[in-house]
């Protein structure tokens, strides 16, 4: 197939390793919804589940395998024949098959969690691509611990998977562990060094522990990656994975620099970042980027000031662009004049220069006062009287 060098495919795993997190568990009918919204965003790839570790997770791959028709529907196994034939079978209805097989690739885990050495497992990964491939033609193949795994060994790990028909190779920093650069390094020498990197799509997938999943995601573009893997609102396991909707906005908003881009409906980002923090029963930080519920608010008056000259004063991103509701001019007793008379107007009145000095003088004692300003504490503030016609 070819593929655009520009287009960056996005690799959903919110109802994966998003739904790892404890208290995240999500009904099928949960999930189908969720699915459906992925599509709706316009996702690549949306992994729905780890079928042989229960028989729910068995029937949401299945049952969202005949709810979705664009994305290209996929399934976790370890590099085991079980782990496949159980997700081979989950696939069944799957207009878009793909099998996400994999084992460690770091001598952390190679000896500490598989009791194992580099050939062994070098031979176990190959063996499970070549299974996988006899039912499915999408195999996408994860070095686990990649983050941490000796660069040689890794590059070979990758070339004998892609021998064995990975169409995709994932390189996972499972544990959060890489700094940016370190990463984009990694991705870059294994760009430049193995022979038949070609052959396949390179997939970032970080973890959050040290807060650098999106850096390091996008240093992995930068560096001639082409799938990202993340979660809505980066919800997963520990500190979480890679936020989709920040990789996806930092692609849009730095189109010039970076000159990639994704097929994702932008202003779809904001409905699905409420119905995952609902279903889920995980609050969005209000400081979240993106999808915050202050991601937009203005709150103090230098700011709001400038806002209202001119949005672009203190907004990289509109608001529309990710669905968000609008921006806001939050009133608290550091707003100005300006915040005052930008939701007095809002409510219809026109206040003239003497109204206004006295409303702001009462609007100060009243925010020192109370956490909310409600309309009706706005209207309370000036002779309301005198503005309705
Ligand atoms: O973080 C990780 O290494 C994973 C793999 C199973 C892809 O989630
Ligand atoms: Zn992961």
């Known amino acids: 197939m070819l593929h655009d060098p520009k287009r960056v495919y996005v690799f959903d795993t919110t109802l994966r390793d998003g739904e790892q997190v404890p208290g995240c568990q999500l009904s099928t009918s949960e999930k189908i919804e969720i699915a ?11 992994e729905a589940g780890f079928p042989v570790s229960s028989p729910g997770d068995f029937q949401s791959v299945v049952e969202i395998s005949k709810a979705v028709r664009n994305p290209t529907v996929c399934a976790l196994t370890r590099a085991n024949k ?9 696939l069944k209805y799957a207009r878009h098959p793909r099998i996400h097989t994999g084992i460690g690739s770091s001598d952390m885990h190679i000896k500490h969690k598989f009791n194992s050495t580099r050939e062994e497992i070098l031979e176990r990964a190959v063996e499970a691509v070549k299974y996988a491939k006899k039912s499915v033609e999408d195999i996408e193949f994860y070095a686990e611990d990649a983050g941490r795994a000796d660069i040689h060994y890794l590059a070979q790990m990758v070339e004998a998977v892609i021998a064995a028909g990975a169409t995709v190779v994932n390189i996972p920093d ?19 060094s193995v022979k038949n990197i070609d052959n396949a799509i390179i997939s970032v997938h970080c973890h959050n522990d040290l807060g650098l999943a999106t ?23 520990r500190a979480g994975n890679t936020s989709i909707e920040e990789v996806v906005m930092i692609l849009k908003t730095h189109q010039q620099q970076i000159d990639l881009f994704t097929n994702i409906n932008t202003k779809n980002i904001y409905e699905i970042s409420r119905m995952v923090s609902t279903q889920m029963r995980m609050p969005v930080q209000p400081n979240k980027a993106i999808v915050g519920g202050n991601a937009f608010a203005h709150s103090s008056g230098i700011h709001q000031d400038g806002f209202l000259k001119n949005r672009e004063n203190y907004e990289i991103i509109k608001p529309e662009d990710v669905g968000f509701p609008s921006a806001s001019i939050v009133l608290t007793a550091r707003s100005g004049r300006h915040a005052l008379k930008f939701h007095l107007e809002r409510l219809g009145i026109k206040p003239d220069k003497a109204e206004l000095d006295e409303a702001y003088k009462n609007f100060l004692t009243l925010a020192d006062s109370k956490l909310n300003i409600t309309d009706a504490d706005l209207l309370s503030l000036v002779d309301s009287d005198k503005f309705v016609s």
């Open 215 to 237: 850096a390091n995601s996008i240093a992995g573009l930068q560096a001639g990656a082409r799938q990202i893997e993340g979660t809505i609102n980066g919800i997963g396991e």
């Open 36 to 46: 459906r919204e992925l599509e709706a965003l316009g996702v690549d790839i949306i």
């Open 174 to 192: 499972t544990n959060g562990y890489c700094l940016p650069n370190q990463y984009g390094d990694k991705i870059k020498f294994l760009k430049e």
């Open 82 to 90: 079980g782990d496949i034939d159980a997700a081979v079978e989950s």
